[in-house]
Nanobody, 120 residues
């Protein structure tokens, strides 16, 4: 059974940092596209960062502030978030796709999410 479990969310102030982690189990994810997505209250879920192969992609809104890393040997994925802004407030999800897509509507597996709240 495939499972993705996020951790590391919390309440921080603007300008602070947080590190989110995702642990995947149930199979080897080294060949999967994996990514971080977020959903703010009243908004649609959106792409934040993701990797397929050796390439990592970032949404323009987080580029330069967030850094994603993967450890395929451990089936883990982290998201280092620096310079947090109130508009980063959202539930953050990790997700995996058996192929190469990082499209929010086409991911095969999702975690339950971890809440990040950034106060001003």
């Amino acid at each position: 059974q495939v499972q993705l479990v996020e951790s590391g969310g919390g309440l921080v102030q603007a300008g602070d940092s947080l590190r989110l982690s995702c642990v995947a189990s149930g199979r080897t994810f080294s060949s999967y596209a994996m990514g971080w997505f977020r959903q703010a209250p009243g908004k649609e879920r959106e792409f934040v960062a993701g990797s397929r192969g050796s390439i990592t992609y970032y949404a323009d809104s987080v580029k330069g502030r967030f850094t994603m890393s993967r450890d395929n040997a451990k089936n883990t994925m982290d998201l280092q978030m620096n310079g947090l802004k109130p508009e980063d407030t959202a539930v953050y999800y990790c997700a995996a796709n058996r192929g190469s897509t990082l499209s929010v509507g086409l991911m095969d597996y999702w975690g339950k999410g971890t809440l990040v709240t950034v106060s001003s």
